[in-house]
């Protein structure tokens, strides 16, 4: 009986939509295991095999913990919203939503079709209003809240409000924007305009101003990962730095909970690195310096106030408010030219690139330490968004400052006296490098700071600055606050209305407030946003509803907000929603939320790290300030899969020419190589007419072939169609099968590390399940498992392949597994096995990773529910204890024979056996053996 996996996938993935086999629902009696991949962005183009590797490693992990007895939550949906759809929407004028709904469908078979265990019972679309709701009810949730740092917790605006007319900012310690100071009577005094205005200062969802990537042709800003070299990822389009009016959120002020919840989780330590160096927790003091000849002062945050002696010159971020104050006339049009040049290179270029540029201010700041002037300078190596966006530059202990100061022709001030300052002496980490005899000993300096460690230096100088009031002690983090609007169409709506310029939010009973239909997905005339295109988007406060824009009076109708939440919006929670994606009550209930708890294995790529893994984790914090998440941080474990990379072929065409030779005879002529489509080569040989019919210009080639067949080159390159290199997993599913290609995309190598596609191994794998499929079927179609006592080397065979897989799936080393299946089935087959309970437990263990096959099999074996109900089988290390073990038998150390051994034989029975070995005779040819060496195990060595 032949394997037809074609009608096996298909009747499968039929009877478990029929069965409702994954569907999953809060069980008390088992217990729970939240696997999750991330969110998905279906994408026109569908997916290819790169993409599901992620989805299959996760989907084997969360069957076999069902094997294992677990109730298994693996749910799967679409982050939908996004700019790609809108771009479209613009080129085509069909609506994002229509397009995002065919995406969803393509996305949806595919996935399908390969076989996962998803329960798409709970399905979410961060599109549908019944899913936004909850993310724009958690934005309100937000801006009425403020952080209490003592607390180190969300709490009500109405508290902070409370506290203000009691006491005004005395003995309060939130987070904030910026440092405030009034009375309660001040407080009190001001209007209600002025109140909302100041409340903003602490809301954790707040307007602020803040740098921008700002694109003008797609018209919105765009976050870092959308900007590269200066220009959109989408389109292309130039990226200029500008400064906007945004809605942003207050991540900042969970910095050090981000912190210390990392220590909680089982993440790699390099994931984990990378996420505390984003935060960048740093202990220092912040000082006041003074503009020369002005009543101008500002401030620097430094880790190394024991430097200032060092300062040589000061340096302005760009977009530093201080640039137009201290940019003297002369300095005027220089300067101007400067931040033109800046405003096109985004915060990721400027922290990457390490080239030098800058201008100077024209002003001299003082030094309050030894009252000396030094320049102010302006470069873009200085963010306005960290510190305080001023530094004081101290070239002798700063790798950046050093190479400013060296470009400029800047004084190098060494902290130590007799310090030779060359380009020889300076080390990145330590700064110069003294060769003087005082090295280390005598600080060049006027506080008392000899023989002090630096540790203590900078003690005593944060003491010193106290004590002289020249500034204060401070933690400072690296960590940014979230840009949270965008000018796009295809977004969640803001639930957000304006009174005299001010936001207040719409009634919490009312949500969702819908996106609007709109007649142009671009800005508008005027550069407002495209919802100003809407015709009926103002809120009516009385009638609690949207109504036409004609009927605004600002007394009880508003105009709405005309900016959409960013695309992390809808993905920073929805592990959550999946937990009760159906209540229309709450954004999940305390009794799934007390159940499902977090995830525990999370699967997704490294790309994510930076952006959708800090803004997940602070909305989960927010969240359990609230009561609403039971716990803090929301993914247990991280696994990052690696990318799947194209294997690309080329023909060589000769120069001038429609004539194409072969890869083993290119180098007998000038050719030029091309890439061909990987779907016209099988196993690096051409499909000489499928490449004909590929593209006109080929219709009439001529080929110079080896042995008759075309070979290609090939070369391992990023799977991207304009390589020719992207493989349809629908094309390999139609050839091989689900379970094919489930396997392989295991079989390539380990999770986590990035392996290019190579289809010629594929036939291998195909070839191993056939041979599986006949441990169970002959060519006559009679069924060969049946009842008896298994031998021991059947129990051997099984048992030790049950282990190596447990281990395998709990280390995430697929890839030998599958090994291990294909010598398992090698060893059963030479045994001719036909015992039903060893193949049934092949087939449980199997279940993971080819789950149709195994279905088929299991029912086949006679059982009545599906294999995912079966229990995962426990070795016994009694069956894998070896009865006997082979010994290399080495003279001076070169092997040369092979001898076998009862497993308990000592070494005095092994010496004597070998001894007497006639092949051993020949090489001791007479020779009185000097010692006689057994590694246990393993070899014995027989020194001469």
């Not at 403020?146 to 003995?171: H, M, W």
């Not at 002798?396 to 100061?405: C, G, L, N, Q």
């Amino acid at each position: 009986m032949e394997y037809n996996f074609r009608e096996i996938e298909k009747k499968w993935q039929q009877k478990w939509v029929e069965n409702r086999t994954y569907k999953v629902t809060e069980d008390e009696s088992k217990q729970k295991f939240y696997v999750l991949n991330m969110f998905p962005y279906p994408s026109g183009a569908g997916l290819h095999v790169g993409h599901p590797l992620g989805y299959i490693a996760s989907d084997i992990y969360a069957r076999y913990k069902r094997l294992q007895g677990f109730n298994v939550l693996n749910p799967m949906g679409y982050d939908a919203y996004g700019l790609p759809a809108e771009q479209y929407a613009i080129q085509t004028g069909q609506h994002p939503a229509i397009t995002t709904a065919a995406n969803i469908n393509r996305y949806r078979e595919q996935l399908d079709k390969i076989g996962f265990c998803f329960d798409w019972d709970r399905e979410i679309r961060t599109c549908e209003p019944g899913y936004y709701h909850w993310t724009q009810w958690a934005f309100q949730k937000m801006f009425n809240s403020y952080y209490d740092n003592d607390k180190q917790q969300a709490r009500s605006v109405a508290e902070l409000v409370a506290a203000f007319e009691q006491q005004g900012t005395e003995g309060l310690n939130v987070a904030c924007s910026e440092e405030l100071s009034f009375t309660a009577d001040e407080w009190k005094a001001k209007t209600e305009k002025e109140q909302q205005e100041t409340l903003m200062n602490y809301r954790i969802a707040y307007l602020g101003e803040t740098m921008v990537n700002w694109c003008p042709q797609l018209g919105t800003v765009l976050a870092n990962d959308e900007v590269v070299d200066g220009v959109s990822v989408r389109g292309g389009y130039p990226v200029v730095q500008k400064k906007m009016r945004q809605w942003c959120l207050r991540v900042s002020a969970y910095a050090q909970r981000l912190l210390d919840g990392l220590d909680t989780i089982n993440w790699t330590e390099s994931l984990k690195e990378t996420q505390r160096n984003w935060i960048g927790r740093s202990e220092g003091t912040e000082v006041r310096f003074k503009v020369k000849d002005s009543d101008l002062e500002f401030t620097i945050f430094t880790t190394r106030a024991d430097t200032m002696f060092g300062v040589t010159f000061m340096v302005l971020a760009p977009e530093s408010e201080l640039v137009p104050l201290l940019t003297t006339e002369s300095q005027k049009a220089e300067v101007e030219a400067y931040l033109d040049r800046t405003k096109k290179r985004t915060e990721r270029e400027r922290i990457s690139d390490r080239r030098v540029t800058g201008v100077f201010s024209g002003s001299y700041a003082v030094n309050p330490f030894t009252g000396e002037a030094v320049p102010v300078w302006i470069s873009d190596y200085v963010l306005a968004g960290y510190g305080t966006g001023a530094i004081m530059a101290v070239p002798a202990h700063d790798s950046r400052d050093y190479a400013f100061a060296k470009h400029f022709n800047l004084p190098i001030i060494p902290l130590i006296e007799g310090c030779d300052v060359s380009e020889e002496s300076f080390d990145a980490k330590e700064g110069i490098v003294c060769n003087s005899p005082k090295a280390g000993v005598t600080p060049y300096c006027d506080l008392n700071l000899n023989g002090l460690t630096v540790k203590e230096a900078i003690a005593a100088t944060k003491t010193y600055v106290k004590a002289h009031n020249l500034g204060r002690v401070k933690v400072n983090y690296r960590l940014r606050d979230a840009i949270f609007s965008r000018q796009r169409y295809w977004g969640e709506p803001f639930p957000v209305y304006y009174k005299g310029g001010m936001p207040y939010m719409i009634d919490e009973s009312k949500l969702p407030l819908e996106l609007p239909e709109v007649d142009k997905f671009l800005p508008t005339e005027t550069g407002e946003p495209p919802l100003g295109h809407a015709t009926k988007w103002a809120w009516d406060v009385e009638k609690g509803e949207v109504v036409e824009n004609a009927k605004i009076d600002n007394v009880t109708v508003f105009p709405l907000e005309l900016n959409t939440m960013p695309g992390f919006a809808g993905s920073s929670a929805y592990y959550l929603r999946y937990m009760d994606p159906h209540n229309n009550e709450a954004l999940v209930s305390e009794k799934a939320d007390r159940y499902w708890q977090s995830v525990d294995l999370y699967v997704g790529g490294t790309e994510h790290a930076t952006g959708h893994l800090i803004y997940s984790r602070f909305w989960n914090k927010f969240l359990h300030d609230l009561g609403v998440s039971i716990t803090e941080e929301p993914f247990q474990k991280l696994i990052n899969q690696g990318m799947i990379q194209g294997r690309s072929n080329f023909v060589y065409r000769i120069k001038d020419t429609n004539t194409f030779v072969s890869f083993g005879l290119k180098g007998e002529y000038d050719v030029t190589p091309i890439h061909v489509d990987v779907n016209i080569v099988s196993n690096d040989v051409l499909d000489v007419e499928a490449f004909k019919n590929w593209r006109p210009e080929y219709n009439n080639a001529e080929f110079i072939l080896e042995d008759g067949k075309y070979i290609c080159g090939w070369a391992v390159e990023k799977m991207s169609k304009s390589m020719y290199n992207v493989v349809n997993p629908d094309m390999i599913v139609e050839k091989y099968g689900a379970d094919t290609l489930r396997m392989y995309e295991m079989f390539l190598g380990p999770v986590e590390q990035s392996k290019p596609w190579d289809t010629n191994g594929i036939d291998g794998v195909h070839r191993f399940l056939k041979k599986l499929w006949n441990l169970f079927y002959d060519r006559q179609d009679n069924f060969l498992p049946a009842e008896g006592e298994a031998t021991k080397e059947e129990l051997k065979a099984i048992h030790k392949l049950i282990k190596k897989v447990t281990g395998d799936i709990e280390a995430f080393s697929y890839n030998t597994s599958v090994s291990a299946f294909m010598i398992c089935v090698n060893e059963l087959t030479s045994l001719k096995c036909r015992n039903k309970a060893v193949l049934s437990n092949l087939i449980v263990v199997l279940a993971p990773f080819a789950p149709h096959l195994a279905e088929e099999l299991w029912e086949a074996l006679g059982n009545a529910t599906s294999v995912c109900d079966a229990h995962w089988p426990a070795y016994d290390e009694a069956y894998l204890k070896e009865d006997t073990v082979k010994y290399t038998i080495s003279f001076n150390g070169k092997a040369r024979f092979v001898m076998e051994f009862p497993a308990d034989a000592d070494n005095d029975t092994i010496q004597s056996a070998v001894m007497s070995e006639e092949q051993s005779q020949k090489w001791i040819a007479g020779k009185t053996p000097k010692k006689v060496i057994i590694v246990p195990k393993k070899i014995v060595n027989i020194v001469l």
